[in-house]
């Protein structure tokens, strides 16, 4: 098996999850900005099955977002966290969680309270005008 990069994202992902290609042809430029922007619609994608309860495709979207996490080194890695993980809402975390190792649901808890303390502490500055 190859392993995910930058540079072969679209072909793996669209392997695993083909059902994204027609997001993808109609995105294609919007794509072409790079790999947060494809997460981020895989995101919506993941939303969408998880509001029809199609557990079929949360699985492969969660194995390939695990095979992401496993294989990449570049960008692929950093995306697959904020543009995937950090805005998602909580039903589709938990949906696709059910097809995770038990530790990696947990790097995902631990990285969304990180994120949840940050945005709360710049809120807290901005508001007391520091």
Not at 42 to 52: D, I, P, S
Request: aromatic content about 10%; overall charge negative.
């Amino acid at each position: 098996m190859v392993k995910i990069n930058e540079a072969n994202f679209i072909t793996e992902l669209l392997l695993a999850i083909p059902e994204f290609k027609n997001i993808h042809e109609e995105e294609k430029e919007y794509h072409e900005i790079g790999v947060n922007t494809i997460l981020s619609d895989l995101k919506c994608f993941a939303e969408n099955y998880q509001k029809r309860k199609n557990q079929e495709m949360l699985k492969r979207i969660a194995e390939f977002i695990l095979r992401c996490d496993i294989e990449s080194r570049d960008e692929v890695k950093n995306a697959i966290w904020v543009s995937f993980f950090e805005t998602m809402n909580e039903d589709t975390i938990q949906a696709i969680c059910k097809y995770l190792p038990t530790k990696y649901y947990t790097k995902i808890q631990e990285f969304l309270t990180a994120v949840d303390e940050t945005s709360r502490r710049g809120a807290e500055l901005r508001r007391d005008g520091n």
